[in-house]
């Protein structure tokens, strides 16, 4: 029965006995279900078929029950998730709309007005003002101005008739009503919803909406650490129950939980725009990708081993189970090193709990998602043979170094330069040392965080950048001479410094949402790499170490041991 159920769900929410399951968790806990009353009929037709009812609501119970000694051994009392629809452009376009920037706060251009654009008759330009800057923007078929603006400010947006803003901007829906089904999936990854593209009937001018839904660990049917959802989409079904749920929802793209405020339901001051969970699953039967449509299925299913490793982070990872099987509080090795850096340190305390200027939020949930990752971008068995060449523990070195590669950044912003690594290096070398880290280590990891170098490179690279052709390539040349001189510096080999330093650079990237997105490829392990790895071709040649022989053995190898 267990089986049956949950392998029909991932085909269909909407099926028959999905349906029998929303109905059984609506009857057994008091909850809401939107079923008609044929739906209804045909699901008790259905339970029929595998025990009644009765047999279904059972086990609703029991696997509830199951759950929340999960989320109690886990140490939390509640859940923040995410779930994208596919809704008519005409009903969103119809609500009203509040733009914030990455760290949630309004942004509010002014002076905005809409003037003929000469170049092109018949073509409009939305021309206004922000942060003391002027603006120009094109106006778009079926765009508002409102929204030529939004898009002119966005992150990465074209800066030919002006600034570029250079965050990110989020789009609010703030008149929103939700009516919710006898059971939803959700995912706890924010870019599974916010790449969402719908399958089924789609409807009229599509347009994404993404909720973020703040839940009580009471609504929590199941989680992914059962192994019965759609472990791809890291995927959480939530009851429909009387249990005050928080929402709120966001135009294209939803920002993280971190950076912005939870959510919080307004009342509508317009239009409001109603989203009735069970009726959109009748069009769109199932909101993940594992389905039997095309394209959303294929994309999806080439990403399963990427991000299969990721659950939910409180659970196998971050809070590994104890000789008698239960769920831990301890955390994860990069949880734990922060947590001690936090307890001797107080300064790092209190900076961890600072705003990272980023879309992530605080330093600390920034420098958690690099811990994270770190493993995969560099084997043990690698940093094994760099520290037997080095002399020490570089793994435990880099472990510390991570953790600390952003602590001085609110310092920096507060200045007005985040590039400004001062701040980070006076913390970081009173740290190392404090933690017994010999003046030796303390010289390479400031050598490997002291600069940006190749992350300035890579913007300024870009499409919108200055460097082109020659001159990128010229310049990228510099930057591995850069890198070759500060590994001479502190005499480590320039292969293994090389090594250190990409694999910083891309597990640091690659813990920026937007950044991993768009300009990043992931293989199956995990292991991210630039799209453009072409234009560090320079720099990765230095990672490549020439043949040896070995002094010991008088062997030719193809690695130096």
């Not at 078929?141 to 989020?170: F, I």
């Not at 292969?495 to 330093?501: E, G, I, Y």
Request: hydrophobic letters at 35%; glycine letters at 8%; proline letters at 4%.
């Amino acid at each position: 029965l267990i089986q049956e159920i949950w392998s029909r769900w991932k085909q269909s929410s909407s099926g028959a006995l999905s349906q029998a399951l929303q109905l059984a968790a609506a009857n057994e806990f008091g909850g809401h279900h939107r079923l008609t009353a044929e739906e209804v009929e045909g699901a008790k037709q259905t339970a029929d078929e595998f025990g009644g009812m009765g047999r279904l609501q059972a086990y609703v119970r029991a696997q509830w029950e199951v759950t929340q000694t999960v989320m109690n051994k886990s140490g939390h009392d509640q859940v923040e998730v995410y779930r994208g629809l596919m809704l008519p452009g005409q009903e969103v376009n119809g609500t009203s709309h509040e733009y914030v920037g990455s760290t949630g706060e309004p942004i509010q251009p002014t002076n905005m007005r809409v003037v003929d654009n000469p170049p092109k008759p018949g073509q409009k330009v939305v021309q206004f003002e922000f942060a003391g800057d002027k603006f120009a923007v094109e106006l778009g078929a079926n765009e508002t101005p409102e929204q030529a603006m939004m898009r002119r400010l966005a992150r990465g947006a074209a800066s030919g008739m002006g600034k570029s803003y250079g965050r990110d901007v989020y789009t609010k829906l703030p008149a929103l009503q939700l009516q919710r089904a006898g059971a939803q999936s959700t995912t706890s990854t924010r870019q599974v919803a916010n790449d969402w593209n719908g399958v089924g009937i789609r409807p009229e001018d599509p347009t994404r909406v993404v909720l973020r839904i703040a839940a009580p660990a009471t609504s929590i049917l199941s989680l992914p650490v059962f192994g019965q959802n759609a472990q791809s989409e890291h995927e959480l079904v939530l009851m429909g129950t009387n249990d005050r749920w928080y929402w709120d929802a966001w135009r294209t793209t939803a920002p993280g939980f971190g950076s912005h405020p939870r959510p919080r339901v307004r009342k509508a001051d317009t239009h409001p725009l109603v989203l009735d969970l069970q009726a959109l699953d009748r069009g769109q039967p199932h909101w993940l990708s594992d389905t039997d449509f095309t394209g959303v299925q294929a994309r999806a299913q080439r990403q399963v081993g990427r991000r299969a490793r990721r659950v939910l982070k409180w659970e196998e990872e971050e809070h590994p189970r104890n000789p008698q099987g239960e769920f831990t509080k301890a955390g994860s090795r990069g949880a734990a090193i922060m947590q001690h850096l936090k307890d001797q340190h107080p300064l790092v305390a209190k900076n961890y709990s600072r705003s990272s200027g980023t879309e992530i939020g605080s330093v600390a949930a920034h420098t958690a998602d690099v811990l994270r990752d770190w493993p995969n971008q560099i084997s043990s068995k690698e940093l094994a043979g760099i520290s037997r060449r080095w002399g020490s523990d570089v793994g435990k070195l880099m472990d510390t170094t991570l953790a600390l590669h952003d602590i001085g950044k609110p310092d920096a912003l507060a200045e007005g330069n985040k590039y400004n690594s001062m701040h980070t290096v006076k913390i970081l070398h009173d740290v190392l040392a404090k933690e017994g880290f010999s003046p030796k280590d303390v010289a390479l990891a400031t050598e490997l965080i002291n600069h940006d170098l190749i992350g300035r490179f890579m913007i300024q690279a870009g499409e919108w950048g200055e460097l082109k052709g020659d001159e990128r390539t010229a310049r990228a040349h510099e930057i591995a001479d850069l890198i070759r001189q500060k590994a001479e510096k502190v005499g480590m080999d320039v292969a293994d410094f090389a090594t250190l330093q990409l694999a910083f650079y891309h597990t640091d990237s690659g813990a920026y949402p937007y950044v991993r997105r768009n300009f990043m490829r992931e293989d199956a392990h995990g292991k991210v790499s630039m799209k453009r790895a072409e234009w560090l071709a320079p720099l990765i040649a230095l990672t490549a170490r020439k043949r040896a022989i070995d002094c010991q053995y008088g062997r030719v190898l193809r690695v130096c041991r």
